[in-house]
């Protein structure tokens, strides 16, 4: 074999490469939490969303280094997070009784008890917290004011 048709094997072979490879990512990229998943038959699947106690706004729950936490208790426990809108799930989730917990700082501050995971259902668990939203206040970086500054300002008012 002479370098032209060695240079045409390699070029053939990266074609089949990146083709393979392309097909694999456009696969791969129409998978989304919002699609439906359906368990094996031995198994079910959890998911849900974590409110504050407004009912409304969505908690995330992602830092378990901080104790921030889902926990599902039950045949099959496990620790887990939720996604930038609350939403967590569990799949392959053997049958049985379960409670979801959600931790804030190791702190408990939700709870379902007591629901049941059935072989190839899908069980959606929404968690209203004891807690409230908290008022994040924005300052633009040009706006600095020192700890002295604030204590004049508050003992003059």
Do not use: W
């Amino acid at each position: 074999m002479d370098d032209k048709d060695k240079q045409i094997t390699i070029i053939v072979t990266m074609v089949i490469v990146l083709v393979c490879l392309l097909s694999g990512l456009v696969a791969f990229g129409h998978m989304s939490y919002s699609q439906t998943y359906t368990p094996p038959p031995a198994y079910g699947y959890v998911n849900g969303t974590v409110f504050y106690k407004d009912g409304v706004t969505p908690l995330i729950v992602n830092d378990t280094g901080n104790g921030d936490y889902l926990y599902l208790s039950g045949p099959n426990s496990e620790k887990m997070v939720t996604d930038s809108n609350g939403y967590f799930s569990s799949v392959n989730v053997p049958p049985g009784t379960y409670n979801l917990f959600v931790y804030r700082n190791n702190q408990n501050i939700g709870y379902i008890y007591s629901f049941s995971v059935n072989s190839g259902q899908t069980v959606t668990e929404n968690v209203t917290t004891s807690r409230t939203p908290t008022l994040k206040l924005f300052f633009p970086s040009f706006v600095k004011i020192t700890q002295m500054e604030h204590t004049k300002r508050t003992k003059n008012v």
